[in-house]
Nanobody, 113 residues
Framework: VQLVESGGGLVQAGGSLRLSCAAS????????MGWYRQAPGKQREMVAT???????NSADSVKGRFTISRDNAKNTVYLQMNSLKPEDTAVYYC????????WGQGTQVTVSS
């Protein structure tokens, strides 16, 4: 299993970023995918998940601002992040079930106030 994230960066509060995660070594179209994040000094937490059928779930802290989506033709899952806040600053990781086993290298998102 290989998960490669991209798209992080430095953005001002209120701005937007779109993260991408290219997956390989799995049958992507039947696999639930997710995004987690880890802020400095905090535990890694779930941000959003999407099933093979496109059913999504997201943390209360990002509802209405972040959108997870997938492109099965490209074996890629996305996280569109709008109205970013300084508290969204974290390393964002792409992952799949079983949760906590498979991680990409992460991509840093920094939101300045």
């Amino acid at each position: 299993v290989q998960l490669v994230e991209s798209g992080g960066g430095l953005v001002q509060a209120g701005g937007s970023l779109r993260l991408s995660c290219a997956a390989s070594g799995i049958i992507f179209r039947i696999t639930t995918m997710g995004w987690y994040r880890q802020a400095p000094g905090k535990q890694r937490e779930m941000v959003a998940t999407i099933t093979s059928g496109g059913i999504t779930n997201s943390a209360d802290s990002v509802k209405g601002r972040f959108t997870i989506s997938r492109d099965n033709a490209k074996n890629t899952v996305y996280l569109q992040m709008n109205s970013l806040k300084p508290e969204d600053t974290a390393v964002y990781y792409c992952t799949k079930p079983p949760w906590g086993v498979y991680w990409g290298q992460g991509t840093q998102v920094t939101v300045s106030s």
